[in-house]
């Protein structure tokens, strides 16, 4: 059984910074690609940043392009997303992912965490 428990949450000034983790155990995730997805209010799950395991080759949303950035512990099966410049707009339940592609779409990934609220205050 595969199990991703997301991380680092919490409320920020815009502006501000985050950084959220996502702890994988459960099998092998060399083969794998990890994302990281937003879910906000009335909107559908939107792609936010993605990020090859072996390779460690990267792609991500437009929106966040600059600000964002995702990346992988390989011994520690652990993957974190820096958010800086944080904008209201960013505000959203955050969800890690592992499928077999760096994919911006939900239905490449087969496994999900539980999520981690996000809150940035104007």
């Known amino acids: 059984q595969v199990v991703l428990v997301e991380s680092g949450g919490g409320l920020v000034q815009a502006g501000g910074s985050l950084r959220l983790a996502c702890a994988a155990s459960?099998?092998?995730?060399?083969?794998?690609?990890m994302g990281w997805f937003r879910q906000a209010p009335g909107k559908e799950r939107e792609f936010v940043a993605a990020?090859?395991?072996?390779?460690?080759?990267?792609n991500y949303a437009d929106s966040v392009k600059g600000r964002f950035t995702i990346s992988r512990d390989n011994a520690e099966n652990t993957v974190t997303l820096q958010m800086n410049s944080l904008k209201p707009e960013d505000t959203a339940v955050y969800y890690c992912?592992?499928?077999?592609?760096?994919?911006?779409?939900?239905?490449?990934?087969?496994?999900w965490g539980q999520g981690t609220q996000v809150t940035v205050s104007s």
């Open positions: 990020i090859t395991w072996i390779s460690g080759s990267t």
């Open positions: 459960g099998r092998t995730f060399s083969s794998y690609a």
């Open positions: 992912a592992a499928g077999r592609l760096r994919s911006r779409a939900t239905e490449h990934y087969n496994y």
